[in-house]
């Protein structure tokens, strides 16, 4: 399959490729969906006064949501009816629906964004939520009480995480290649003869949280202050769009991440939690500064981790890797990735 990049561009909002995509809605006029789109003579295909009609009837009932007023975000979505087939607007009403418990309501909302894109993810992954998709569904294996817990989470991922923008590369790896493989060397659990206490309690913890976190699939790294967690394959397709195994190996890593609140006493507290977002660099494209696409990696991921291990989002803190940063080097497929890194408190 060839590999593209014209959605990587440093500081540029993702694209759209198709309605129902994920990532933030592009602007109106602009992309597949504009004058010169592909889809500029699809009839169901967004008009763009509509898209911004969307945008800011979501942005609207999202704040109500935020605040707590769902009945209020509902009543805004239901009673706007020139944008109420949108895309967005369905999947922030099947959402708010999820999180009163209303799973009648939410399902209808969701099967009402498939029967016009079959494929949407995020539709396609919240019926499986509620348990209506049956257990084949790459995200089927989320707990309904998960679900609607962290259901309003993907509208408020913008305001809930903590952005930030790296400029300086994190420390060199020194990790292997290997999916699950044992140890990196130089983090034995054994402390060294005349070694300080807390450094050895540290290196203690660093080596524990490295083999609770480990699977097939993931590559786990110990630095000296925190374990890094990077995926062997990339996870998006193009801009902000999960695969299916992308979308399965942040289910496995966020299980994972469940279980660390299961650990035995003495196992240390729940570390703290960042997601950096990757982008690949593409010809003339700056080089460091991070990007737009990598920080809405970074969100749809801690999304997906927030659901499978029942942590509130505020619990995940998220960024855009610097462009020095990226974990695969010439290898822009791989680098449509996160990174996570666990840091012990």
């Not at 003495?266 to 737009?292: D, L, M, N, Y």
Request: overall charge neutral; hydrophobic content about 35%.
């Amino acid at each position: 399959m060839r590999v593209t990049d014209r959605d990587e561009r440093a500081g540029g909002t993702p694209p759209r490729d198709e309605p129902g995509a994920g990532g933030p809605p592009p602007r109106a006029g602009s992309g597949a969906d504009g004058p010169y789109g592909p889809n500029a003579l699809d009839p169901v295909a967004p008009r763009p006064l509509d898209e911004l009609d969307a945008v800011l009837l979501v942005s609207r009932a999202r704040d109500l949501a935020r605040s707590g007023d769902l009945s209020g975000a509902l009543e805004l979505l239901r009673d706007d009816e020139r944008p109420g087939e949108h895309r967005d607007v369905l999947d922030l009403r099947a959402r708010v629906h999820a999180q009163r418990g209303e799973t009648a309501e939410a399902a209808e909302c969701w099967r009402r964004v498939l029967a016009r894109w079959p494929e949407d993810p995020e539709a396609r992954a919240g019926l499986a939520r509620l348990g209506r998709t049956g257990p084949a569904a790459a995200l089927g294996r989320h707990r309904t009480r998960t679900a609607l817990v962290a259901a309003v989470c993907v509208v408020t991922a913008a305001v809930a995480g903590v952005v930030t923008t790296l400029d300086e590369p994190r420390p060199a790896r020194t990790d292997t290649d290997r999916a699950a493989g044992p140890e990196t060397p130089g983090t034995s659990a054994t402390p060294a003869p005349g070694q300080d206490p807390d450094e050895a309690r540290r290196s203690t913890a660093l080596a524990a949280l490295a083999r609770d976190v480990r699977a097939p699939g993931l590559r786990v790294t110990t630095h000296p202050d925190s374990v890094e967690v990077a995926f062997t394959e990339g996870l998006f397709s193009e801009g902000t769009r999960l695969t299916p195994a992308g979308a399965q190996r942040l289910t496995a890593l966020g299980e994972r991440l469940a279980a660390l609140g299961e650990r035995p006493a003495g196992r240390g507290e729940q570390p703290a939690i960042t997601v950096h977002g990757h982008a690949a660099v593409v010809p003339g494209a700056p080089r460091s500064g991070g990007s737009v696409v990598a920080l809405w990696r970074a969100l749809v991921a801690a999304r997906e981790l927030s659901a499978a291990a029942g942590k509130p989002l505020t619990a995940f803190t998220t960024d855009s890797a610097d462009q020095r940063d990226a974990p695969y080097p010439d290898d822009p497929a791989r680098n449509r990735t996160v990174t996570v890194v666990l840091t012990p408190r």
